[in-house]
């Protein structure tokens, strides 16, 4: 396949600041090598070169999602999907179920996603002798859409030992019928005595998991991701088998969770940077604390109608505060998961005393999330040179719960992409899919908008144009991975990176951007994702 392209005839938004709006782009071995106008871009394209007309379509460079879950993303889509849109009753799970046993043999795993008896005729939970029917030789386990219910069978209630004689585990239920015999229904802690013996996916297994989440990316524009989480040697070496195999589909910065892996990296001398446009080590990782809808979040003051409970640390402050400093003295950018206006004030102390007892120049450290902030914590940011990295996507499913737990008032400055821009302030648009799909346009959408998953509006002093929120998405999520001088701009010399837009996105309102289709995707200049192949 030719990797010479030129697209003409377009909106082509550079995200280029000298050149912010061209209608042609070429791309020769991979690299853009004009952008500029129709005539000129052909020309420097080479007469190979395939020739893409936009008729007036907006392209963009290559989308960057600047925190996600690739390998969870993949194994969700590896799962049995029912959904209420694909399955409406428990004949209709069991046959979703049968269907994958089919492909597997005996003992393996079925594990299923996304079933509502609100939704499904039968108004009930599916029970292990509606499964026992189907499988009977496999255990099977459904999570219902919340993951706060699973449904198992019996093959599966014996591998976790789970008996009429078991007692409920503390914040846990085995449902039972009359006589005291499970279900199959199970609620909260009690999920967990089967999970618990549902085997980790192989290497084989997240590499396809990773091909299938790449897939996904690709068709929502996305050319390059970040995983937000290595732990494992057998992911590290599933992501670079892809790589050698040339079969990675999207461009992935790796942070590596700091407790397993940290001083194997260390010992080996490697540090952020180390790898190739496609696939590179990127910073050290680590959880301060949860979230805004679990109120596990650490908060200054106390969640909304609950006096007592400012959320939780992961582990004792110190211990996380030390931790964070010996990454970054090891030459680590470091990116660290923190939500609450409390674990945001430690990780800024954390990045303060790094740099003062170690000083080291563009660290560009990341505040995962950075949800709930002031603005004296932005000044702060700011100040500090921190990068923060806004769950775009999680103001726009969130925000009802967002509002219950914390208050209006608290979310003032919550993903405030404006305020980031005036105040010159780098921050990357983000998913964290799989906990929200992978979909960029709603986080496009969010940012223009302000407006939620309900339709309703939450501080619109904070929407952005669209050049500010295609930057979020592009050249912020680049600079957060040291990676601006290769992309996230089209630019002579930058990567052939591309998103094509089903249409000007100038025409489109800020409310209608999530449902925005892409038409193809680009990346080094190859068609990676077509939607007119599908
Ligand atoms: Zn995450």
Not at 362 to 385: L, N, P, Y
Not at 513 to 532: C, F
Request: charged share 25%.
């Amino acid at each position: 396949m030719s990797s010479d392209v030129v697209l003409i005839n377009g909106h082509v938004m550079t995200v280029d600041p000298i050149n912010p709006v061209a209608s042609a782009v070429a791309i020769r071995a991979g690299r853009v090598v004009h952008v500029g106008s129709d005539a000129d871009a052909r020309a420097a394209a080479g007469p190979r070169a395939e020739v893409i007309d936009l008729r007036g379509r907006t392209a963009t460079p290559g989308l960057n999602d600047a925190h996600a879950h690739p390998m969870s993303v993949g194994q969700a889509l590896l799962d049995v999907d029912i959904t209420p849109e694909r399955v409406g009753s428990i004949e209709g799970i069991g046959r979703a179920v049968k269907a994958r046993l089919n492909g597997s043999g005996p003992g393996n795993w079925i594990i299923g996603r996304g079933y509502d008896q609100a939704r499904m005729t039968d108004q009930r939970h599916p029970t292990r002798a509606d499964l026992d029917a189907v499988a009977p030789n496999n255990p099977v386990f459904l999570y219902r859409a919340c993951h706060h219910i699973v449904a198992v069978n019996s093959a599966a209630l014996k591998l976790a030992g789970i008996t009429a004689s078991t007692k409920d585990p503390e914040g846990g239920t085995i449902d039972r019928d009359e006589h005291g015999e499970p279900t199959g229904v199970l609620r909260e802690s009690a999920i967990g005595l089967v999970h618990d013996h549902i085997p980790a996916p192989s290497e084989d297994s997240i590499m396809r998991a990773l091909e299938l989440a790449g897939r996904a990316f690709l068709r929502t524009g996305v050319t390059s991701t970040v995983e937000a989480g290595i732990r494992e040697p057998k992911e590290m070496s599933a992501y670079q088998r892809l790589r050698q195999s040339d079969s990675l589909p999207v461009r992935t910065y790796l942070m590596m969770m700091i407790d397993e892996t940290l001083e194997h990296m260390a010992g080996l001398g490697i540090r952020t940077g180390f790898g190739d446009s496609w696939l590179r080590i990127g910073p050290a990782k680590l959880f301060l604390d949860g979230s805004i809808g679990g109120r596990t979040c650490r908060m200054r003051q106390p969640f909304e109608g609950e006096a007592e409970n400012v959320g939780l640390w992961m582990e004792p402050p110190d211990v996380m505060k030390s931790k964070v400093i010996k990454a970054h003295s090891l030459g680590f950018q470091v990116g660290v998961h923190a939500i609450g206006d409390a674990a945001i004030d430690l990780i800024l102390d954390a990045y303060e005393e790094a740099q003062a007892r170690y000083p080291r120049q563009d660290t560009r450290h990341r505040i995962e999330h950075c949800s709930i902030v002031d603005f004296a914590t932005i000044r702060r940011i700011k100040r500090i040179a921190a990068v923060p990295i806004p769950g775009t996507s999680f103001m726009y499913y969130f925000t009802p719960a967002y509002l219950q737990n914390v208050g209006a008032q608290r979310l003032r400055y919550s993903v405030c992409m404006r305020t980031y821009a005036e105040q010159d302030i780098i921050a990357a648009a983000s998913t964290d899919a799989p906990v929200v799909p992978v979909s960029a346009t709603t986080g496009l959408g969010m940012m223009m908008s302000r407006t939620d998953v309900n339709g309703d509006e939450i501080w619109t002093e904070e929407t952005v144009d669209l050049e500010t929120a295609v930057q979020a998405y592009t050249w912020n999520g680049a600079y957060a991975s040291f990676e601006e001088h290769s992309k996230g701009s089209l630019e002579n010399g930058k990567l052939g990176d591309v998103c094509v837009f089903e249409t000007d996105l100038r025409q489109v309102a800020p409310k209608e951007m999530k449902d925005v289709a892409i038409d193809l995707t680009i990346s080094e200049g190859r068609v990676a994702y077509d939607r007119s192949v599908g």
